[in-house]
């Protein structure tokens, strides 16, 4: 299948010749009423044919947290195991047979996260009961004192 060459990218070409003859990318812009920044974005992908300043995909190549291979064949088979019990049994049993990858990452970014908050609750508290202590010691004093004035 040919892939379909639009006005758009016959006007880019245009723009792209127009601005190597003049040397200028400013004066190409202002000429065809579009942005200095477009003119050279498409001077870099432009290598003298019209397909080369076609628009590329935008989507990501890779991600970091994706399963691996082995990861989603296994996922496959439980999920033909389990397809009758939904999703949710499919990562259970998927987990059961030793799943490495997003799903570990994911219970240890939780159990951090929950180690964490819980630590600073822990921090909180004793700052409260030093506090406490404090002022229920000063009490207490006042409360001896007075209960047992000093013989003079």
């Known amino acids: 299948m ?4 639009t006005e758009e990218l ?3 070409k245009r723009i792209c010749d127009y601005a190597l003859s003049c040397g200028n990318n ?5 000429r065809y009423h579009t942005s200095r920044q477009n003119v050279s974005r498409w001077l870099k992908r432009y290598y003298g044919t019209i397909h080369s300043l076609r628009p590329h995909s935008r989507c990501p190549k890779s991600h970091s947290r994706a399963h691996t291979a082995e990861e989603l064949a296994l996922i496959e088979v439980t999920y033909r195991r389990h397809k009758k019990r939904g999703l949710a049994e499919v990562y259970v049993g998927a987990g059961m047979q030793d799943i490495r990858g997003a799903m570990a990452r994911c219970v240890i970014r939780f159990a951090a996260t929950f180690l964490l908050r819980l630590l600073d609750h822990l921090i909180f508290l004793g700052r409260v009961i030093r506090r406490f202590a404090r002022v229920f010691r000063a009490k207490w004093c006042r409360w001896i004192s007075s209960m047992f004035p000093a013989a003079a």
Do not use: D, H
Request: net charge positive; glycine share 0%; charged share 40%.
């Open 2 to 5: 040919k892939p379909i060459i």
């Open 10 to 12: 016959r006007l880019r």
């Open 26 to 30: 400013a004066e190409a812009a202002r």
